[in-house]
């Protein structure tokens, strides 16, 4: 099986060996997006013969006012821009997938809202904004570690989180097929189906990082738009905002928030992996959660990434099975059954550089690459490396560590929030504008004005490169300095002086006697040998 893991790829590249199999493919794609803000592909209004075949989706505000609210002065139908700045070499085919130029192969044309007006529709308000003509700003809710919240907190949210995962999405929706049969032959309705909340979430990854189709077997896997690159850290920062809007209307409480992992403890524990948080073990079975956890009984979705590259098929929503998870269990990789440290998170946003040449997953000096997880913490690259987000998803051991389908595991959204904390924290420090992000030569995708994908209406990385209090949320979190860290008491310092005084003296004398023992025994020492011989492979960093 090809296994996405978080942190490396386990994948292979198919090659294209005449120019017929290009003229021979054609695109594929999945749909769904959250109401009144910005989600993933098709929203309901749009999933319609009519749309799909004008390329256009500009519905009726609220479905009964005008187009885009026009009349309303909400907004107006227009083209959608598109970045044609070059990207990186990494992918090197066009035309081929519909990702690219995101989302003209769908829509060329979508409603444009004015001022504060936001959504599909322009019906709804831009993040950070609310009120009936959206003037009024949105009180700025706090996202807070899950340990520090009370019991009815807590509660409240996992009660919710869970609700999510049953909960139609109200406005949008997935195709049940690929783009070749998203209108059957002779059929005037397109191929669409409902969703969960949760389940549009974990597709909007899925789809974001899923491989270019190219025919049955066969699949271009060196692509990514939500990793690897610039856009890592503002593409999850929308995907986390989408999904916490739609947790609000589910709840019916405009102030809910999400809380996040702070997963930088150290130590080979999850201190969240509980049966009243995110699920403890199950005693039959450490690779799956306790029967007594709430998320004992989701159902994973978007899994069989073999499958669907082998079938030329996309994610449908059928369930797969249960989350597997075995924090710190993977034995044959030491190197990732331990979490990051908070002397990793001190240095990581100490790091001056947002990004840096070839803005991948090789970038040295780069602090979205420190904080992928891809380098050191302090901006060092090593190939091999697994630190922070990567490190917190690897360690989980299970669906937590697959890329594609790493956002089944309820987890994923509070190591996310915990990582868009530090990206904020960063952002602050750095006094950070738009500047500092890559207009070109990033990975497609990761441009500066690059559509998103899958978002939709259009969103660009610029427009997720700013403070959160901009987007309507912040965090109670506290970033100590690496020096404050590192630094102790003068008096420790006396201490550890005086003991190793003692410590020295004593092994003068150790030293003495060792040596006349060493004398004698060194006929007899010569006939064994050792049992441990010396690692080969000694400093080389674990990989796949």
Known sequence: MTIFVLGFR???????????????????????IFCHTVSAQFPRACATFEAIVSHECCPLVDGIGSPCGEIEGRGSCQNIAIDDLPH????????????????ERFFNRSCVC????????????????????????????????????????????LDILDQSKTAVHPDYVIARDHYRNLIPENGTQPNFINVSIYDLFVWVHYYSVRDTLLGAGQAYTAIDF?????????????????????????SGDP??????WDFAVGGSECDICTDELLGGRDPANPNLLSPNSRFADWD???????????????????????IQRNPGGNTDRPAVQSLPNPEDVARCVQVDTYDTLPF??????????????????DGEFEIGVRTLHNLAHLFLNGTGGQTHASANDPIFVLLHTFTDAIFEEWMKRSN??????????????????????????????????????????SYAAEFPDAESLESEPSFIWAIVGVSAFVVLAALVVVLVSSLKRYRLKKKEDSLYQSIIEDDANKGVKYTA
């Open 114 to 157: 004015n001022g504060n007006f936001g959504g599909f529709d322009c019906s709804g308000c831009k993040y950070g904004w609310q009120g009936d003509n959206c003037q009024q700003q949105k009180p700025v809710t706090v996202r807070k570690n899950i340990l520090n919240m009370t019991t009815d907190e807590r509660n409240t949210f």
């Open 300 to 322: 994973v979705v978007c899994l069989s990434l073999d499958w669907f590259n082998d079938n030329i098929k996309l994610c449908n929503g059928t369930a797969e099975g249960p």
């Open 88 to 103: 990186g070499n990494q992918y090197v085919l066009v035309g081929i997938d519909d990702r690219e130029r995101w989302p």
């Open 10 to 32: 386990i994948r292979y590249n198919v090659q294209l060996n005449t120019m017929a199999n290009l003229l021979a493919l054609v695109p594929f794609a999945v749909v769904a």
């Open 226 to 250: 939500s990793h690897e690159g610039p856009a890592f850290l503002t593409w999850h920062r929308m995907h986390l905002l989408g999904f916490e809007a739609d947790l609000q209307r589910l």
């Open 255 to 260: 102030t809910f928030s999400l809380p996040y």
């Open 432 to 473: 950070a504008t738009t500047a500092d992000y890559p207009v070109e030569d990033a990975p497609i995708g990761h441009n500066l004005d690059f559509n998103m994908v899958p978002f939709f209406p259009p969103v660009t990385n610029r427009e997720m490169f700013v403070n959160a209090d901009q987007l309507g949320y």
């Open 360 to 377: 991948f997953s090789d970038s040295a000096g780069s602090f979205r690459n420190a904080l992928e997880g891809y380098s050191e913490p």
